[in-house]
């Protein structure tokens, strides 16, 4: 953000700010002005100081408050300068722990690490936030409560996924800004099919094609660096647009690779990175009666009937060759008849394994279809063999193996 | 579909559940996931490997030691659809 003339330019943080105006106690500046008309002669006073602009990073993070008004600052006759009145300048560990040292509060802002508000009555300054209604310590990482939502692969007790630099924790769902703008982007693709919109949402305003280096200006903010637990890729130049570079074990990647009809590289690692943020959003758990009656679906939020699944289909294909069709890209996922899933004990299952194991392999959303569990046929009951709650599925030997 | 007592099965109950399996084959093979001998012997093995889950979830009055001949109607019948 910058300020422009007649006040000096400041560069005060990277990115887009995001303001949220809090009230505070009035100061005693006041800006008066008069107004006018035929009828009446009013006044109008206008408090400075009390509106708070807060300016966040990517995970929501409050890393400085200022009010709105302009600090004066003399420098020598006929010549002045305004000050920006910093409120208070916060830097934090990942888990939300302020640095010691490495930030001030005068005034203070109400809200903190990952925008959410700051207990201080608790246990002191800056270390107790509310997380809703949740209690988190920034200097454990740990919630008062368990998790709200219910993660298959994380324990309650988890917090970001034990990754706060890429997620953040809006609402228990390690949904990131960004993240939130991917998903809204793939999922009005896949219900409008418009290929361009979601392409321009990976490629930003860059204009060409997605090969080894993306540009990315999204009217957010990304995350400086994303972590991936196979490849690397690191985002430069932070303000404006974003470059990111792709590195793969210390190399750059510069080789176009061919793009698959997502609008993604299916070569090189630009699918990963994307595919890295994606992931940590659909991690997102879905309830069954939020769902629409049919639609696409995240595999990985869908629990097996089954204790195990032979390799092959009916027609005596493998699934396995489904999985890699999908990746390619050879197969469309539409093309695919929709899974059975029903709702048990409050999680989704299907009757239809194979296709599911299929689709999680290839990380891509499945087409299912909505169906009553009581209204289920007493034979389709019986596939109902699976002992660990559908979390995994076993894959028994062929008939080579 | 073929329908039978989940709670009891006696010697001609089972004999009369294996006669509605042969018919709904005949009328109804293509619907059968595995209607083929190679696919259903191997379903077979399949849920026999599993019928401890299959016991958590459908309430039964036997137990994998003690088996009785409504066992092997669930074991045969569940293996026409076993994936």
């Given at each position: 953000?910058?300020?422009?003339?007649?006040?000096?330019?400041?560069?005060?943080?990277?990115?887009?700010?995001?303001?949220?105006?809090?009230?505070?106690?009035?100061?005693?500046?006041?800006?008066?002005?008069?107004?006018?008309?035929?009828?009446?002669?009013?006044?109008?006073?206008?408090?400075?100081?009390?509106?708070?602009?807060?300016?966040?990073?990517?995970?929501?993070?409050?890393?400085?408050?200022?009010?709105?008004?302009?600090?004066?600052?003399?420098?020598?006759?006929?010549?002045?300068?305004?000050?920006?009145?910093?409120?208070?300048?916060?830097?934090?560990?990942?888990?939300?722990?302020?640095?010691?040292?490495?930030?001030?509060?005068?005034?203070?802002?109400?809200?903190?690490?990952?925008?959410?508000?700051?207990?201080?009555?608790?246990?002191?300054?800056?270390?107790?936030?509310?997380?809703?209604?949740?209690?988190?310590?920034?200097?454990?990482?740990?919630?008062?409560?368990?998790?709200?939502?219910?993660?298959?692969?994380?324990?309650?007790?988890?917090?970001?996924?034990?990754?706060?630099i890429n997620?953040?924790?809006?609402?228990?769902?390690?949904?990131?800004?960004v993240?939130?703008?991917?998903?809204?982007?793939?999922?009005?693709?896949?219900?409008?099919?418009?290929?361009?919109?979601?392409?321009?949402?990976?490629?930003?305003?860059?204009?060409?094609?997605?090969?080894?280096?993306?540009?990315?200006?999204?009217?957010?903010?990304v995350p400086l660096m994303v972590r991936n637990?196979?490849k690397t890729v690191n985002a430069?130049?932070?303000?404006?647009?974003?470059?990111v570079?792709?590195?793969?074990?210390?190399?750059?990647?510069?080789?176009?690779?061919?793009?698959?009809?997502?609008?993604?590289?299916?070569?090189?690692?630009?699918?990963?990175t994307?595919?890295n943020l994606?992931?940590?959003?659909?991690?997102?758990?879905?309830?069954?009666?939020?769902?629409?009656?049919?639609?696409?679906?995240?595999?990985?939020?869908?629990?097996?009937?089954?204790?195990?699944?032979?390799?092959?289909?009916?027609?005596?294909?493998?699934?396995?060759?489904?999985?890699?069709?999908?990746?390619?890209?050879?197969?469309?996922?539409?093309?695919?008849?929709?899974?059975?899933?029903?709702?048990?004990?409050?999680?989704?299952?299907?009757?239809?394994?194979?296709?599911?194991?299929?689709?999680?392999?290839?990380?891509?959303?499945?087409?299912?279809?909505?169906?009553?569990?009581?209204?289920?046929?007493?034979?389709?009951?019986?596939?109902?063999?699976?002992?660990?709650?559908?979390?995994?599925?076993?894959?028994?030997?062929?008939?080579?193996? | 579909?073929?329908?039978?007592?989940?709670?009891?099965?006696?010697?001609?109950?089972?004999?009369?559940?294996?006669?509605?399996?042969?018919?709904?084959?005949?009328?109804?093979?293509?619907?059968?996931?595995?209607?083929?001998?190679?696919?259903?012997?191997?379903?077979?093995?399949?849920?026999?490997?599993?019928?401890?889950?299959?016991?958590?979830?459908?309430?039964?009055?036997?137990?994998?030691?003690?088996?009785?001949?409504?066992?092997?109607?669930?074991?045969?019948?569940?293996?026409?659809?076993?994936?």
């Amino acid at each position: 953000m910058i300020q422009t003339s007649p006040l000096h330019n400041y560069h005060i943080y990277n990115s887009s700010p995001q303001g949220r105006v809090a009230t505070i106690k009035p100061k005693d500046l006041i800006y008066t002005n008069y107004l006018y008309n035929s009828n009446t002669f009013s006044k109008f006073t206008r408090v400075l100081g009390q509106k708070q602009y807060e300016i966040q990073d990517h995970l929501g993070n409050v890393k400085l408050v200022f009010n709105d008004y302009k600090e004066l600052t003399p420098i020598s006759v006929g010549s002045e300068k305004y000050d920006l009145n910093v409120l208070s300048l916060l830097n934090y560990y990942p888990f939300g722990m302020s640095m010691p040292g490495m930030g001030f509060e005068a005034g203070g802002s109400r809200y903190g690490f990952n925008g959410h508000e700051k207990d201080d009555e608790v246990s002191g300054v800056g270390n107790h936030l509310s997380f809703g209604n949740q209690g988190y310590s920034p200097r454990f990482g740990k919630r008062w409560n368990q998790d709200k939502v219910e993660h298959i692969d994380l324990s309650p007790y988890v917090t970001f996924a034990n990754d706060p630099i890429n997620n953040s924790d809006l609402d228990g769902n390690y949904e990131t800004r960004v993240g939130i703008m991917l998903r809204q982007a793939e999922e009005s693709y896949l219900k409008t099919g418009d290929k361009e919109a979601l392409m321009a949402h990976y490629k930003g305003n860059a204009v060409g094609t997605v090969i080894g280096i993306i540009v990315i200006t999204l009217p957010a903010t990304v995350p400086l660096m994303v972590r991936n637990p196979v490849k690397t890729v690191n985002a430069v130049n932070a303000v404006g647009s974003f470059t990111v570079g792709l590195v793969d074990d210390g190399n750059q990647i510069n080789t176009p690779g061919p793009i698959d009809d997502a609008g993604r590289a299916t070569k090189g690692f630009v699918k990963a990175t994307i595919g890295n943020l994606t992931k940590k959003v659909k991690s997102k758990i879905i309830k069954f009666d939020e769902l629409p009656s049919e639609g696409v679906v995240n595999p990985k939020s869908i629990r097996f009937s089954q204790e195990s699944i032979r390799k092959t289909f009916k027609n005596g294909k493998s699934f396995s060759g489904m999985t890699s069709d999908l990746k390619s890209g050879k197969l469309n996922p539409k093309d695919v008849k929709p899974i059975r899933i029903v709702e048990k004990g409050g999680k989704i299952f299907t009757l239809d394994n194979r296709r599911l194991k299929a689709f999680q392999d290839a990380n891509i959303d499945i087409p299912y279809q909505k169906v009553d569990y009581n209204k289920l046929p007493e034979r389709e009951l019986q596939k109902f063999t699976t002992e660990n709650n559908g979390k995994t599925i076993r894959i028994r030997k062929g008939k080579n193996d | 579909m073929i329908k039978y007592n989940s709670n009891y099965m006696n010697y001609n109950e089972f004999k009369n559940f294996l006669e509605l399996m042969y018919n709904n084959y005949l009328e109804n093979s293509e619907n059968w996931e595995n209607n083929n001998l190679e696919s259903f012997l191997e379903a077979l093995i399949a849920i026999t490997d599993d019928l401890d889950g299959f016991l958590i979830h459908n309430e039964r009055k036997y137990n994998k030691n003690n088996p009785s001949w409504l066992t092997f109607a669930d074991i045969l019948s569940t293996a026409i659809i076993y994936e």
